[in-house]
Nanobody, 127 residues
Framework: VQLQASGGGLAQPGDSLRLSCEASTSTLDSYAIGWFRQAPGKEREEVACISSIDGNKYYAHSSKGRFTISADRTKGTVYLQMTRLTPEDTAIYYC?????????????????????WGQGTQVTVSS
């Protein structure tokens, strides 16, 4: 399973960014895809995930209402649309895949569950 995260960059507070996680159609058919982030000096934390079984989407408290996860299965790509960015969103964002993560929302958002990880894309929010 190969994952390629992209779309990060420099944004101002209040801006929007869309991250992409390129996988494959077979990966999206079999694995839940999660987005996680890690800020300097902090542990990696969950952001959002999407189930491959029923398409259910789950969000961490910090991203709910501002971020939207979606999947385009024809392109084998999962997106993370981020709006109303704040400096606290500054981090390296990773996408990850795992079949076990399809079980339920808690498992889907569990960073320890995921086997396959992309390389990460840097998001910096600063005025």
């Amino acid at each position: 399973v190969q994952l390629q995260a992209s779309g990060g960059g420099l944004a101002q507070p209040g801006d929007s960014l869309r991250l992409s996680c390129e996988a494959s159609t077979s990966t999206l058919d079999s694995y839940a895809i999660g987005w996680f982030r890690q800020a300097p000096g902090k542990e990696r934390e969950e952001v959002a995930c999407i189930s491959s079984i029923d398409g259910n989407k789950y969000y961490a408290h910090s991203s709910k209402g501002r971020f939207t996860i979606s999947a385009d299965r024809t392109k084998g790509t999962v997106y993370l649309q981020m709006t109303r960015l704040t400096p606290e969103d500054t981090a390296i964002y990773y996408c990850a895949a795992d079949g076990w993560a399809n079980q339920d929302g808690e498992t889907c958002l569990g960073r320890g569950v995921y086997t396959y990880w992309g390389q990460g894309t840097q998001v910096t929010v600063s005025s």
